[in-house]
């Protein structure tokens, strides 16, 4: 998933051509890539990282849904102010610093939601879904600013052969619907998934906890 995004046509038409692939494969870098990752990533593995007590302190604290929230949302708010952005467009370096914040950021994000370590857990069920609600404005409100806006925000992009027929305004409007309109969608299907599976566990909990009536046959 990681090579997709950083390699081959997509990488080429966000590099080059299209602000709107440029999005998708942000989206990529925040939404998709880093929930499988922490999915699929054993406690063994993450344990070894977490030994220095300076590291698990520092965790402690960032991986709180509060300050992970914070350390999320405000990179991806900052980057797509236009100076900054263009400056990432121009300058490869930056443009890798851009991406490692993106991917940082966005793994200490999922971690309330998908922590692979008992020691850093995951919120409650309710909490999580509380959590990526208010996640999403953020993004929501970044997305809707550069979708409504009326002119061409990244000037590297109006300078760049069209592709697709799509003029640079359109193809603005595309990439601010894919953050706004997709990002949020991503984010409540995961909450639906949240909510179906808190509502298993409290049936669970509530047939594990329910006695039955001969318990109360006491005979005399």
């Known amino acids: 998933m990681l090579f997709l995004a950083l390699n081959g046509p997509l990488h080429n038409l966000s590099d080059t051509y299209l602000f709107s692939a440029h999005m998708a494969q942000h989206l990529l870098l925040t939404l998709v890539f880093p929930p499988l990752l922490l999915y699929g990533t054993p406690a063994w593995v993450v344990r070894p990282l977490l030994r220095p007590r300076w590291v698990m ?22 980057w797509h102010v236009p100076a900054l952005y263009e400056a990432a467009l121009r300058h490869h370096n930056l443009h890798i610093v851009q991406h490692l914040v993106f991917l ?6 999922w971690w309330p939601v998908l922590s692979p370590v008992p020691e850093l857990p995951r919120a409650q069920h309710l909490a999580q879904m509380l959590y990526l609600f208010l996640l999403g404005i953020p993004m929501s409100v970044t997305g809707a600013l550069i979708t409504l806006s009326d002119s061409v925000l990244y000037p590297f992009y109006a300078a760049a052969p069209r592709v ?26 995961v909450m639906t998934v949240i909510w179906f599976r808190y509502s298993v566990w409290d049936q669970r909990t509530d047939a594990e906890t329910e006695v039955p009536e001969e318990a109360y046959d006491v005979r005399r």
């Open 57 to 78: 302190a520092i965790a402690r604290v960032v991986t709180r849904p509060l300050a992970a929230a914070v350390i999320f949302s405000a990179p991806i708010m900052i």
């Open 104 to 109: 940082a950021t966005a793994v200490i994000m």
């Open 164 to 189: 697709g027929g799509f003029s640079p305004l359109d193809d603005q409007q595309i990439g601010g619907l894919l953050m706004w309109v997709l990002g949020g969608l991503m984010l409540w299907i």
